[in-house]
C-alpha cells in the first residue's frame, strides 16, 4: 500500500472515530435530564471527540515507531485497544464518585466509557472485542455494529439518570432510581 492510500486511511479511520464518539456523547446530552443546557456538555462533547480520536497513539506507543506503516503493521493489539480497561477504569471512576460524591466523576466516567466503547465497537467490525483475559470475541456484523453504536449513547442516558448521588445528605449517598 502506498504512502498517501495508508495516510488517507488512517486519516478516514480516525476522524471517523472522533465522529462517532463525539456523536454518541451528544446524544447523551440531547436525552439527559435536562436536555443540551450546559456549557460544560460542549466541553464533554469535545472531550469524548478528542478522547476517541486519540485512542489510535497507541500503535505508534506498540510500534515504537512515529511511521505509520509501522504503526498499522503490529503483529498484536495495542494496550488501548483492550476493552477490560475502558471497563475497569470506569468502575474505579464510578466507585470514587460514590465514595467522595462528585457528580463529574460519573459524567467523566460515562464519557470515558463512552469514548472507550464507541471506538472499540467499530474496530471490533474486524478483529471482535479484546476482554484481557478473556481473549477476543468473534468479529462483529456490520448490522450488529450499527445496532450497537445507536443502542450504545441511549445505554449511556439510562446509567446516567439511574446513578443519582444526592449532595445534600450529610453522608455520601448513592441511590438507583428504577
Known amino acids: 500500500m502506498n ?10 479511520d480516525n476522524v471517523t472515530h472522533a465522529l462517532i ?13 435536562k436536555g443540551f443546557k450546559k456549557a460544560n456538555e460542549l466541553l464533554e462533547i469535545i472531550c469524548c471527540t478528542i478522547l476517541s480520536s486519540i485512542i489510535d497513539l497507541d500503535h505508534f506507543i506498540e510500534a515504537r515507531s512515529v511511521l505509520l506503516k509501522n504503526a498499522t503493521k503490529l503483529n498484536k493489539r495495542p494496550f488501548l485497544h483492550c476493552s477490560t480497561i475502558p471497563i475497569v477504569l470506569s468502575v474505579v471512576l464510578l466507585l470514587w464518585s ?12 460515562l464519557l470515558v466509557l463512552t469514548a472507550f466503547a464507541t471506538h472499540h465497537i467499530r474496530d471490533a467490525t474486524r478483529r ?11 468479529a462483529i456484523p456490520y448490522g450488529i455494529y450499527i445496532g450497537l453504536l445507536c443502542v450504545f449513547p441511549h445505554i449511556m442516558v439510562i446509567a446516567d439518570g439511574l446513578i443519582k448521588i444526592d449532595k445534600s445528605q450529610s453522608n455520601i449517598y448513592y441511590s438507583f432510581v428504577i
Open 21 to 33: 464518539g463525539g456523536i454518541s456523547w451528544t446524544i447523551v446530552c440531547l436525552n439527559g435530564d
Open 3 to 12: 504512502l498517501l492510500r495508508l495516510l488517507h486511511n488512517a486519516i478516514i
Open 98 to 109: 460514590y465514595l467522595a460524591s462528585y457528580q463529574f466523576l460519573k459524567r467523566f466516567a
Open 128 to 138: 471482535g472485542l479484546w476482554l484481557w483475559p478473556f481473549g477476543s470475541t468473534p
